[in-house]
């Protein structure tokens, strides 16, 4: 028997399965998806078995065995070996990334070296002596310190006393603990009459489990409620009192609970119409996409609770993705109160041994809904029923990195493998999905009301131009600063949103809002501070600052930018009573820290909470009556054709945290731009008006959904060579594409130099493009078999969410 094996070994330039034979004692046993380890060249390393089968194109004497099973139930089934395929095609990223990718990172391989001791009587060096003890088998990084350990560790392996020899394992185990189970009562009774008289303490223990014969109990448990020490159990134990074993256990995450929400009675019209549809297309065992598009606090997410206890009635499972759950502890919390523990939760804030453990509950079938960030979307699930993308326009559902998946063409590709429905929910769809709904080929269900029909925050955007113009150089407006100070006195709370894109800033006239344009690209320009000019990182073009306003002559334009302390500043000198939370990257990197701040903002132990976009989403907290937009423009005019977009779907979720519950909520939107279409539409939540207007502008200039996008990326440390092979892969393209195809660049990344690597660009456009995988394939050869060794970095990106 052979087995089709794709072996972690990433970099390699071909990128196909190998064969090895199977030995005759793993012939029963083995199956596809299950790891394996394998030989590669002159090493050792983890393989997945993709296929068995009986023929081998390679002759018989050169094809190796496999060395080790390492997984008797496959870890990858049918389905996932499958996606994987396409996966690996559809995102042109190695197959190994793509396998790896749909496992916890627990699960990948570790390579550690160890020193086997072969004939411990020869070791005569004390020292090497005392490091290797009686053991037969050390760790080698034991030895790694000492210089004269490594000499001789050298000269022993060379006369064959020991070996160096490396080991896989996964990068963290599965966890056990030590259970006894007592002997019978008769058993213990006559021991107790037996032992000697002195040994006091085993006649104790004794005692204790005399009571509890026949139980099973954790060791620890044991020792904690008899008072005795570890060594007397050890001598029970021995003397045939109980028999002990290690057990699989998982590590337990801490669940946050934040409050309890009252189940609803009876779901609006809207609701029941929307979860019907749902309903009867998974009872036909339809793959149909629906679009539930509701504004904040319409009760999608009790549409999806509802949808979900259906497909659980029938036996199925459900995966619902949240953008990323340590932010919305809340969210989690409904979903454990609503179905218990048949949840799991995965997500980045658990640690590496607790995600594994939440994912072995899935494959052992012990649980029926995950609810997690993007990766869960590859939950281990055999029945699937329901597939769920909340918030669905957000950018966190695309990996950034190898390989670039987007969750939501996973979650139709699974949907399409399970028949069965997918939602995707959110007040603010991406354009993209929108635009599908529109056509037909999703299907659209519409939430117009919220729920609990309170009426939507009252919005007011406040023209920044006309504060600077009264002399207010501050970061507060005088209406946004009076409506803070009403609230402290009413002791109310204030969200304030400060949305902060580090890098990437533009030149902004402070006098009339005016943002200095590419003349060709319809995007604003990027500042570079580094030679004082203005570049476009689409098309290359590039001006030096301008001094003056190009629209109203005005001195007052300069690069804008601002940060989350110099608000936390201001605020303490306009209202020093305030008590202030802040919450960005810098006060949320220990594990945790999200939740606790969260949690003390709910407590009441704050009046403000001052924030990143990381606070818009998912906070529903009563008190909230008053939610500030410091900076509008910050997003408005990144240098990314989502720019517009993006600023909606923000304006919208962030002015959704006021007013949701009893007290009515009040927004200050502050902008330099009042009148751009984003910020206005997004008053009143005007989606549709918005979509049509994007669209138009979409079409104009040539993006997505009107066209599809790729981009290629050429990275290299020497700034000649990064350019020369993005000349050499443009051309490439330019040459193997269709004439219709359009092709920008290459042209410098906004960020030009990362990490001392520059960073050059090529754009792809186009609606049908039938040679594209197939072209990219072929330049991804050439760049694995030949650039990469002159220190070139290539990237491909199929449907980027933006284009820095
Ligand atoms: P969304 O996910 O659209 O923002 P939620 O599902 O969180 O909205 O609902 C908003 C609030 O309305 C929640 O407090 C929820 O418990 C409540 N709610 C949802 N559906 C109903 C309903 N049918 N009747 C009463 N309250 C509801
Ligand atoms: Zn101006
Ligand atoms: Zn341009």
């Not at 014969?213 to 134990?237: D, F, H, N, R, Y």
């Not at 529109?438 to 919005?459: D, H, I």
């Not at 997003?635 to 007290?663: C, N, Y």
Request: proline residues 5%; hydrophobic residues 40%.
């Amino acid at each position: 028997m052979i087995a089709e094996v794709i072996v972690d070994v990433a970099a390699y330039p071909i990128d196909r399965p190998f064969d090895y034979a199977v030995p005759p004692h793993l012939e029963t046993v083995i199956q596809c998806g299950s790891r394996i380890k394998v030989p590669f060249g002159p090493r050792a390393v983890l393989g997945y078995i993709v296929n068995l089968k009986e023929d081998s194109d390679v002759p018989e004497e050169k094809l190796k065995p496999i060395a080790e099973l390492i997984d008797l139930e496959p870890v990858l089934s049918e389905e996932l070996l499958q996606l994987s395929k396409w996966l690996a095609e559809k995102t042109l990223s190695y197959e190994i990334d793509a396998l790896q990718v749909m496992l916890p990172a627990a699960m990948r391989a570790k390579y550690e070296k160890f020193i086997t001791v072969h004939q411990l009587e020869n070791i005569q060096d004390e020292e090497f002596r005392q490091l290797v003890g009686n053991k037969k088998r050390i760790p080698l990084k034991q030895a790694a310190g000492s210089a004269s350990l490594l000499r001789k560790l050298k000269s022993y392996a060379a006369e064959g006393i020991v070996s160096v020899d490396i080991a896989i394992g996964q990068q963290t185990e599965v966890k056990k603990t030590r259970v006894v189970t007592l002997a019978d009562r008769d058993t213990i009774t006559s021991l107790l009459e037996s032992i000697h008289p002195n040994a006091r303490k085993q006649k104790d223990l004794l005692h204790w489990m005399v009571e509890r014969a026949g139980q099973t109990i954790a060791a620890a448990s044991v020792i904690e409620q008899s008072g005795i020490q570890s060594p007397t159990l050890k001598s029970v134990i021995e003397k045939g009192a109980a028999t002990e074993k290690y057990v699989e256990t998982y590590r337990e995450p801490e669940a946050p609970r934040l409050k309890d929400t009252a189940i609803p009675v009876s779901l609006t019209d809207e609701q029941e119409l929307s979860l019907a549809k749902v309903t009867t297309s998974f009872d036909q065992g339809n793959a149909e996409t629906f679009l539930l598009h509701g504004i904040t606090g319409s009760g999608k997410t009790e549409v999806y609770l509802r949808a979900i206890q259906h497909v659980l009635q029938q036996g199925k499972e459900a995966i619902v993705l949240v953008p990323e759950i340590s932010l919305t502890p809340q969210m989690t919390a409904r979903f454990q109160e609503r179905f218990g523990e048949l949840v799991a939760v995965m997500h980045s804030g658990l640690s590496s041994g607790e995600k594994y453990d939440e994912w072995r509950k899935v494959h052992r079938g012990e649980v029926k809904v995950v609810v997690g960030a993007r990766s869960a979307i590859f939950a281990p699930f055999e029945n699937l029923g329901l597939l769920i993308l909340d918030e669905e326009h957000e950018s966190t559902y695309k990996q950034e990195d190898n390989p670039r998946y987007h969750a939501r063409d996973v979650a139709i590709w699974r949907a399409q493998y399970h028949h069965c429905p997918v939602i995707l929910g959110s007040a603010t769809p991406s354009l993209e999905s929108f635009a599908r709904a529109s056509k037909g080929v999703y299907t659209l269900l519409t939430l117009s009301e919220r729920a609990k029909k309170q009426s939507l925050p009252t919005v007011h955007v406040v023209d920044m131009r006309e504060e600077l113009k009264e002399g207010n150089r501050s970061m507060f407006s005088v209406p946004l600063a009076e409506a803070m100070r009403q609230r402290l006195e009413n002791k109310e709370q204030t969200v304030l949103f400060l949305n902060k894109r580090g890098f990437s800033s533009f030149v902004l006239c402070r006098d009339c809002g005016t943002v200095v344009q590419c003349p060709n690209c319809d995007i604003s320009l990027t500042y570079h501070r580094a030679n004082e000019c203005l570049k476009c990182h689409y098309c290359g073009h590039e001006e030096p600052v301008p001094l003056q306003c190009p629209e109203c002559q005005s001195e007052h334009i300069r690069f804008f930018g601002t940060g989350t302390q110099k608000a936390e500043e201001e605020i303490a000198r306009l209202l020093p009573e305030a008590r202030v939370l802040r919450m960005d990257v810098d006060t949320t990197r220990q594990k945790g820290s999200h939740e606790r701040l969260l949690r003390q903002f709910s407590e009441g132990k704050a009046d403000i909470l001052l924030g990143t976009q990381m606070i818009a989403k998912g906070l529903d907290f009563p008190a909230i009556t008053l939610v500030g937009v410091l900076a509008a423009d910050t997003t408005l005019h990144l240098a990314d054709f989502r720019a517009a977009e993006k600023t909606f779907q923000l304006m919208t979720q962030v002015s959704g945290r006021a007013g949701r519950h009893e007290l009515p909520g009040e927004v200050f939107i502050q902008t330099y731009s009042p009148e751009h279409y984003a910020i206005e539409l997004s008053k009143a939540q005007q989606y549709e008006p918005f979509y049509r207007l994007e669209m138009a502008s979409r079409k104009q200039f040539g993006y997505p959904p009107f066209y599809y996008i790729t981009l290629l990326q050429f990275t290299h440390e020497d700034l000649l060579k990064a350019v020369d092979f993005a000349e050499k892969g443009t051309r490439f393209l330019k040459d193997n594409l269709s004439p219709e195809t359009v092709i920008i660049g290459p042209a410098a990344a906004a960020i030009s130099r990362v990490n001392n690597r520059y960073r050059y660009q090529c754009l792809l456009k186009y609606k049908k493009e039938p040679k594209l995988t197939e072209t990219l394939q072929q330049l991804i050869k050439i760049y694995r078999t030949d650039w990469i060794k002159s220190g070139l970095l290539m990237s491909v990106d199929v449907d980027p969410t933006s284009i820095f």
